[in-house]
Every structure is written in C-alpha cells, then in structure tokens.
C-alpha cells in the first residue's frame, strides 16, 4: 500500500495543526520528548509537550531519572489544552501507574490518542514504577486510536515472550480485544525480514520490510509512534498514518545509518533534506 500525504501546512503559509507529546526528556536527544518534537517539525506539524521525567542518558544507556510530580503533569496538559487545538495526542514514558490514572481522566478528551507503552529502556531498565501492564490495558487502551508496542513491551504488557509472527499476531489480537482501537506490535527483532503487526476491528495487516544494517537505532518506536500522530494530525485515517508512519521511520533509519553520534546506540535522522521529500 502506497500512501499519498498531505501538504504539510508549513509548507503553504497555513497554520499548521497541533500535536502533543506526553514524555519523559532524553538529556542524549535521541528519544522521549526530544524524538517527537523533532517528529512533528518535520511533518510540519507544530509540537507542544507535557514533561513526565527528567532523565539523564546517552547512547550507552540510561543513568538516572527523577519523575516529575502528578500535578504538575497535570498542570501542563491543562495548559497546553485549554488555549490549543489539539489535534493529536501520543504518549511515552510516563514513569508510574499514578500518571496513568491520571491521563485515564482525561483521555476521553485527548484526540487522536496514541499510545506507546513505553516500559522497559532498550539497555533493559524499568521505566515505570508500578504495576503499569495492567493500567494501560485498563484504564489507557480503550481511548486510544492507535497502540504501539515492541515485541518486549507487547510481552510485558501479556505476560509472555513475544519471540515470532505467529506470536505478534495473537499479541496484538488479544491487546485489541474488546476495545476499538488499532494495535501495532512492532517486529524490529523478528529475524532477518521484521515484520509489523497491524490489529483494527477483527483484521489483520501484515507490514513487512528489510533489515537496516545500522547501530543507531534509539529512540525508533518514539519515532513511529510520533510520526503516527504527527499524520493522524494532518487529516489522515489510522492505517494511512501507521502505513506511512512505517516509511519514515524506514527513511530515518536509513538516513542514519552511517553517523557516529557518542559510542552506543546513536539516534535516527528526522528532519534532513530526503526526509522531508518522503512526506510531502
């Protein structure tokens, strides 16, 4: 399937559409709310943020986080809601089952919800305190428009590893069971072809696509997801978003491949020359 995207309003002279990101801060620039801003920019959609961490990382890991309070999670998305028209959402990190409860509050006035169930760091750390598998299923889930998990956080969120495509497609059956949203388990690690899981409605869309040979690598789910958003945004239905949201991300991969950015998992490229060309 070939998508065909908007112009990006930034483009034209027009005002562009709003996305919010709800994340923690990448101190690298990787990942978190960095990756998505400079998601958004590039699809020329303006980026606003709710900060739910601090964390200081680089590309060899993550070495400290301080969560921010609550209410000041809170007090930012009562902010950034009550003055802009919001017409996109996607989470991140957001570090304990209290801030899920709270954005369970009030997803059901979040549009174009989409969730990365961000649990475990790619170098192995814990990132939410809490029991948050059950929290999102619960309470974050049945509001969102579009899911995205990896094989691990997929597992996580189940109970069980994840290790097949046989296994992604029962994964992302039962994650989307009862509940109308769309369930992308992504396959970066499912062998030598990855293949991504697409769930709506009782279907099954299978994306598959070609290995990149690169080390930099961090911060792709926040990628995808960011750019699901940043296209949901602009007027386009769920699987054109996710479809294309899949080139992007390919794109950015790509672009990065060759870069020596630190000494361990460097980022991916969002915004360069050919990049922008692949959205437009």
Not at 43 to 59: D, I, K, M, P, Y
Not at 80 to 108: F, Q, W
């Amino acid at each position: 399937m070939t998508a065909t995207p908007p112009t990006p309003p930034s483009t034209t002279g027009q005002t562009p559409p709003v996305a919010l990101t709800i994340a923690a801060s990448d101190s690298g620039g990787g990942a978190g709310i960095q990756a998505d801003l400079k998601t958004f920019a590039a699809h020329g959609v303006f980026g606003t943020s709710v900060l739910t961490a601090v964390t200081a990382q680089n590309t060899r890991g993550v070495h400290a986080i301080e969560p921010t309070s609550p209410a000041m999670i809170e007090a930012q998305l009562v902010a950034v809601a009550d003055d802009l028209d919001l017409r996109s959402v996607k989470t991140g990190m957001l570090a304990s089952t209290a801030v899920i409860e709270l954005l369970a509050e009030h997803a059901p006035r979040l549009p174009n919800l989409v969730i990365d169930p961000v649990l475990v760091s790619s170098s192995g750390r814990c990132l939410c305190s809490g029991p948050a598998a059950p929290a999102y299923r619960r309470l974050l889930f049945p509001h969102a428009t579009v899911v995205t998990p990896n094989l691990a956080e997929a597992g996580a969120l189940l109970g069980r590893e994840i290790t097949t495509v046989e296994q992604a497609v029962a994964a992302a059956r039962e994650l989307g069971s009862g509940i109308g949203s769309w369930i992308v388990v992504t396959g970066g690690h499912l062998g030598a072809e990855p293949v991504d899981v697409v769930w709506h409605a009782g279907e099954i869309l299978l994306l598959g696509g070609q290995r990149i040979e690169t080390r930099n690598d961090h911060g792709t789910g926040c990628v995808f997801s960011a750019a699901i958003a940043a296209r949901l945004a602009l007027g386009e239905s769920p699987q054109t978003a996710i479809v294309a949201a899949k080139t992007y991300t390919r794109a950015a991969l790509v672009g990065a491949a060759a870069w020596r950015l630190g000494s361990g998992v460097g980022p991916l490229s969002w915004g360069t020359n050919d990049l922008a060309r692949t959205i437009r």
